[in-house]
């Protein structure tokens, strides 16, 4: 895909007034022609129906323009829409809840449509995410109403909130279960345990849990949940002592509670502590499993030590442990790390065909940041066109960043950049996160590309998506030089407000 666009890009202008995330590119394509003959990039009435919908969202519009825009344009209108294009333009929109809002409450308005009921989860959770709690919810009545409400439903509402900082909010949800319908059981009481520890609030969910255990019983997940969240905050002792615990309940520690206070110790490199809980999960008859590998492997090349890598490989091997993708993975950006390229090259070509694992999006992410590491760009490239002609997995956000990186690294910042934004937006529909624009940014600000990067400061701003206070003082310095003084001005209000 990047590949054919290189000719396009010959005659790429920038305008910082374009809609749609980063979609300050207007090509002009009358005369750029497809290897397959006339493309769909000549002939705008053959443009996919998800990029004809994109294309009529304004950027940094509310959600009732979003509506106005979509509901008034009969391209939009004479569109089908299926679950699979609704579920597609969400995840266009993930970052941009205005959008993402506008596009849902146009597609229920459709007739003849009905959103499936994930559709709302997924609406839902993006409000959440972006902290907009009164939408958030405002749609969990409206749910309510039409008997939508879910316990995925709840547990994405309460994990929102406790993610903003309001846990309290996530109780009375779990507290008011039965005004939707739903049962105060194992299952959800593990779901608000789950949600408080992930926030670090152990003790609050320890003393619900001693609350409820008289008439909701714990399972293994109840401890493990405790165990994991004991970690996290430090407090390994008591993870300890839930294992324990938990077989005075009649549930049998597993593989999944010793590996997590060995990602505990391996946060603190204690490799010794590591290896002994090995031989306590041999003992106990449950071994370390894929998981317990793939985890430590990591922390050991986060170390360096690369060789200490290589044997628990072997140890894993000798016991019988099956790798998977994911720790191919891991096994390939050690060997990465390691300056080991033919031998991550080899893995990634021979190894995992061979042992019918496959690749997955993560696989080549890896190989891409890889050869971005050792200034291969050209290799690196050519596994980003492997990914887009396999079928099997898509880019991401993360594909793009090393490739990124480069283009600033190498001082490519006009057709190279200009493609790889494109592609990343247009080609494949991926809304830009926080450190991608402030990737950006700050390369363009360097690059002496201020009027870009402005565009960029302009669009996160609508998208309501903060800049960090380094950024914006290092845009507004290369403003100021460049005499732009109303965009400077623009800037210091915002830095005000920080």
Request: net charge neutral; with cysteine; proline share 4%.
């Given at each position: 895909?990047?590949?054919?666009?290189?000719?396009?890009?010959?005659?790429?202008?920038?305008?910082?007034?374009?809609?749609?995330?980063?979609?300050?590119?207007?090509?002009?394509?009358?005369?750029?022609?497809?290897?397959?003959?006339?493309?769909?990039?000549e002939?705008?009435?053959?443009?996919?129906?998800?990029?004809?919908?994109?294309?009529?969202?304004?950027?940094?519009?509310?959600?009732?323009?979003?509506?106005?825009?979509?509901s008034?344009?009969?391209?939009?209108?004479s569109?089908?829409?299926?679950?699979?294009?609704?579920?597609?333009?969400?995840?266009r929109?993930?970052?941009?809840?205005?959008?993402?809002?506008?596009?849902?409450?146009?597609?229920?308005?459709?007739?003849?449509?009905k959103?499936?009921?994930?559709?709302y989860?997924?609406?839902?959770?993006?409000?959440g995410?972006?902290?907009?709690?009164?939408?958030?919810?405002?749609l969990?009545?409206?749910?309510h109403?039409?008997?939508?409400?879910?316990?995925?439903?709840?547990?994405?509402?309460?994990?929102?909130?406790?993610?903003?900082?309001?846990?309290?909010?996530?109780?009375?949800i779990f507290?008011?279960?039965?005004?939707?319908?739903?049962d105060?059981?194992?299952?959800?009481?593990?779901?608000?345990?789950?949600?408080?520890?992930?926030?670090?609030?152990?003790?609050?969910?320890?003393?619900i849990f001693?609350?409820?255990?008289?008439?909701?019983s714990?399972?293994?997940h109840?401890?493990?949940?405790?165990?994991?969240?004991?970690?996290?905050?430090?407090?390994?002792?008591?993870?300890?002592?839930?294992?324990q615990?938990?077989?005075?309940?009649?549930c049998?520690?597993?593989?999944?509670?010793?590996?997590?206070?060995?990602?505990?110790?391996?946060h603190?490199?204690?490799f010794?502590?590591?290896?002994?809980?090995?031989?306590?999960?041999?003992?106990?008859?449950?071994?370390?499993?894929?998981?317990?590998?793939?985890?430590?492997?990591?922390?050991?090349?986060?170390s360096?030590?690369?060789?200490e890598?290589?044997q628990?490989?072997?140890?894993?091997?000798?016991?019988?442990c099956?790798?998977?993708?994911?720790f191919?993975?891991?096994?390939?950006?050690?060997l990465?790390?390691?300056?080991?390229?033919?031998?991550?090259?080899?893995?990634?070509?021979v190894?995992m065909?061979?042992?019918?694992?496959?690749?997955?999006?993560?696989?080549?992410?890896?190989?891409?940041?890889?050869?971005?590491?050792?200034?291969?760009?050209?290799?690196?490239?050519?596994?980003?066109?492997?990914?887009?002609?396999?079928?099997?997995?898509?880019?991401d956000?993360?594909?793009?960043?090393?490739?990124?990186?480069?283009?600033?690294?190498?001082?490519?910042?006009?057709?190279?950049?200009?493609?790889?934004?494109?592609?990343?937006v247009?080609?494949?529909?991926?809304?830009?996160?926080?450190?991608?624009?402030?990737?950006?940014?700050?390369?363009?600000?360097?690059?002496?590309?201020?009027?870009?990067?402005?565009?960029?400061?302009?669009?996160?701003?609508?998208?309501?998506?903060?800049?960090?206070?380094?950024?914006?003082?290092?845009?507004?310095?290369?403003?100021?030089?460049?005499?732009?003084?109303?965009?400077?001005?623009s800037?210091?209000?915002?830095?005000?407000?920080?």
């Open positions: 895909m990047i590949f054919h666009l290189q000719k396009c890009f010959k005659r790429v202008r920038f305008l910082p007034t374009t809609s749609n995330s980063s979609a300050f590119f207007h090509t002009s394509f009358e005369t750029c022609s497809s290897p397959l003959g006339s493309s769909q990039l002939d705008p009435t053959r443009l996919s129906d998800l990029d004809i919908i994109i294309s009529r969202v304004p950027v940094g519009s509310t959600d009732d323009e979003v509506l106005l825009s979509l008034h344009d009969q391209a939009c209108n569109i089908q829409l299926t679950h699979l294009l609704v579920h597609q333009l969400f995840h929109f993930k970052n941009d809840w205005k959008s993402a809002l506008g596009v849902f409450r146009w597609a229920e308005s459709r007739p003849g449509y959103l499936p009921p994930d559709a989860d997924m609406i839902i959770d993006i409000l995410k972006m902290r907009q709690m009164d939408h958030t919810m405002h969990l009545q409206r749910m109403q039409d008997r939508l409400v879910t316990l995925n439903t709840v547990g994405k509402v309460m994990r929102r909130f406790a993610g903003a900082g309001k846990w309290e909010d996530a109780v009375r507290d008011g279960l039965g005004r939707f319908g739903l105060k059981n194992t299952e959800s009481m593990n779901l608000l345990l789950d949600t408080l520890c992930k926030e670090n609030k152990v003790e609050v969910a320890r003393d001693l609350e409820l255990k008289s008439h909701i714990p399972n293994a109840t401890f493990n949940i405790f165990i994991h969240g004991w970690c996290k905050v430090n407090r390994v002792d008591e993870a300890h002592w839930t294992i615990e938990m077989k005075g309940h009649g049998r520690p597993c593989a999944i509670s010793y590996s997590t206070i060995i990602l505990f110790y391996c603190k490199y204690n010794g502590k590591v290896y002994e809980l090995f031989d306590e999960m041999e003992a106990q008859g449950c071994p370390p499993n894929v998981v317990t590998f793939t985890t430590v492997m990591c922390y050991l090349a986060k360096e030590e690369f060789e890598a290589m628990l490989y072997e140890r894993m091997k000798s016991a019988g099956k790798p998977d993708t994911l191919y993975n891991s096994l390939i950006h050690t990465g790390r390691a300056g080991r390229v033919r031998e991550a090259i080899h893995v990634f070509e190894e065909p061979e042992n019918e694992v496959p690749h997955n999006t993560s696989t080549y992410n890896t190989m891409i940041a890889m050869f971005c590491n050792n200034a291969q760009e050209e290799e690196a490239l050519k596994i980003l066109r492997k990914m887009e002609s396999s079928g099997l997995c898509k880019p956000v993360q594909t793009y960043y090393p490739l990124l990186k480069m283009c600033f690294k190498t001082g490519k910042t006009d057709n190279c950049l200009n493609e790889l934004v494109n592609d990343m247009n080609g494949h529909h991926l809304s830009l996160d926080l450190s991608t624009y402030t990737l950006l940014i700050h390369g363009l600000c360097r690059a002496g590309k201020c009027e870009w990067a402005y565009s960029l400061f302009k669009e996160m701003i609508a998208q309501e998506m903060k800049p960090r206070y380094k950024t914006c003082r290092l845009l507004w310095d290369e403003v100021k030089l460049k005499n732009m003084s109303a965009a400077a001005d800037i210091e209000d915002f830095m005000k407000k920080l």
